[in-house]
């Protein structure tokens, strides 16, 4: 493997483990993180639970950034991401004033003291304003706590994630017509040589073309290239279905 | 919330963190574990990396149990499950004689050497066989180790699953004509006396027909209905849309 870290995300519900709502934020942050060239190191999918939510911060936090947390955002006793985030670093949750003038001015004379909670934030926090919503998103230490409604996620998201633009992933792939056993010695190989590069090998069982895929990817396109010309040299011209 | 723990499921695969492939295995299991009645705490997802794989496990066996990973279960040198768990656990790797004859029968004179390593499992891991695949599942410590390859995934989960058989999830819905800061305070009441049940909201902001979607939940029908009826008694009628 061509070496660890990048971002992570915290998938905040029971609704999710519990099947009563599909996650459609963990797939829509893969694509997104892959659209800009930022490597996404694991995705943790954790109940609305204090603990839960403060350990899985903690976990991923020394090792990846940024982190993207979905769900758990919002008034009610389930809403439990800002305390969470805020006992995983050791700081208390405070009301932020701006946010308090924003729920005053949005709800008006009608505002539920309710409404206030989501004001809370953690100690330290900073703002990310989005033109298209009256409510922040809060962000505090490269953590970004995003609400679980998909609509809201998404465009959060997709402005958040152009502050990591890098290079552009460079994939080659090739398709074979035999079996992973057949090729495993060749793959061990590449991978030991090409280091740089990292090569994937998904077999396939359905009624597909081929019977595995091998992927070969960096975000440079030159040792791809090196490692797809080493592998094509060492295999056998027969079992190669073709290459993309 | 009614109580932690349950099972935990562990992805792995470069390939779903990256985008190339949009994992299934997940959700299905989702979907298995509620219709047997068996809770899911977590879902884990990590790249194909011995330490990711280990540090997955070892979060997770002492609290959740049973755990299922998918993914990683090859002959390949992305193929690292079998060694994460035995590091995680301690144990070493060693070479099991049932499935190395499998394999020598399958394969015949064919048989690539890389293939036997098929047949490497965590020391003490014992097989559970499927009549429908020549391959059993390596299982060790209540952990079981599946196949990415959804075919196969499906095939051996649904077996599985049979062995958590619980009590059936009962869950009523409450749709709301209002946002979720107007019931916040009712929802906190009926959470802090119901312990019992699992009550979620989940707001929409899309055009469906309601604001507020709340769920109450048990793996028993009576403090589900009195729950239930306890917030029914709270909540203004002219806001509830319907129930379900």
Same mark, same amino acid.
């Not at 060749?186 to 019977?211: K, T």
């Given at each position: 493997?061509?070496?660890?870290?990048g971002a992570a995300a915290?998938?905040?519900?029971?609704?999710?483990?519990?099947?009563?709502?599909?996650?459609?934020?963990?797939?829509?942050?893969?694509?997104?993180?892959?659209?800009?060239?930022?490597?996404?190191?694991?995705?943790?999918?954790?109940?609305?639970?204090?603990?839960?939510?403060?350990?899985?911060?903690?976990?991923?936090?020394?090792?990846?950034?940024?982190?993207?947390?979905?769900?758990?955002?919002?008034?009610?006793?389930?809403?439990?991401?800002?305390?969470?985030?805020?006992?995983?670093?050791?700081?208390?949750?405070?009301?932020?004033?701006?946010?308090?003038?924003?729920i005053r001015s949005h709800?008006?004379?009608?505002?539920?003291?309710?409404? $206030?909670?989501?004001?809370?934030?953690?100690?330290? +926090? #900073? *703002?990310? &304003?989005?033109? !298209?919503?009256?409510?922040? %998103?809060?962000?505090?230490?490269?953590?970004?706590?995003?609400?679980?409604?998909?609509?809201?996620?998404?465009?959060?998201?997709?402005?958040?994630?152009?502050?990591?633009?890098?290079?552009?992933?460079?994939?080659?792939?090739?398709? $074979?017509?035999?079996?992973?056993?057949?090729?495993? +010695? #060749? *793959?061990? &190989?590449?991978? !030991?040589?090409?280091?740089? %590069?990292?090569?994937?090998?998904?077999?396939?069982?359905?009624?597909?073309?081929?019977?595995?895929?091998?992927?070969?990817?960096?975000?440079?396109?030159?040792?791809?290239?090196?490692?797809?010309?080493?592998?094509?040299?060492?295999?056998?011209?027969?079992i190669v279905l073709r290459?993309?």
């Amino acid at each position: 493997m061509a070496g660890r870290s990048g971002a992570a995300a915290i998938v905040i519900g029971d609704e999710i483990l519990s099947g009563k709502i599909r996650d459609s934020n963990g797939p829509y942050l893969i694509d997104k993180l892959r659209g800009v060239g930022m490597p996404l190191g694991r995705i943790l999918t954790v109940g609305d639970d204090l603990d839960e939510i403060a350990w899985a911060i903690n976990s991923c936090r020394g090792t990846f950034r940024p982190l993207f947390t979905s769900g758990g955002i919002g008034p009610t006793h389930d809403d439990l991401t800002v305390a969470g985030v805020a006992r995983a670093l050791g700081r208390e949750v405070i009301r932020h004033p701006e946010i308090e003038a924003a729920i005053r001015s949005h709800y008006g004379d009608a505002m539920k003291e309710e409404a $206030l909670r989501l004001a809370n934030v953690p100690e330290g +926090a #900073v *703002l990310v &304003r989005s033109p !298209r919503s009256w409510y922040p %998103v809060i962000a505090v230490e490269e953590i970004f706590l995003l609400p679980g409604v998909p609509e809201l996620f998404r465009m959060h998201v997709d402005g958040l994630v152009e502050r990591y633009r890098g290079d552009p992933f460079y994939l080659r792939c090739v398709y $074979l017509g035999v079996g992973e056993t057949e090729v495993a +010695a #060749v *793959l061990d &190989r590449i991978a !030991r040589e090409h280091p740089a %590069v990292a090569l994937g090998s998904y077999p396939r069982l359905d009624d597909a073309d081929h019977r595995v895929k091998l992927t070969l990817e960096a975000q440079v396109e030159a040792p791809v290239e090196a490692a797809l010309a080493a592998l094509l040299a060492l295999l056998p011209v027969e079992i190669v279905l073709r290459i993309e």
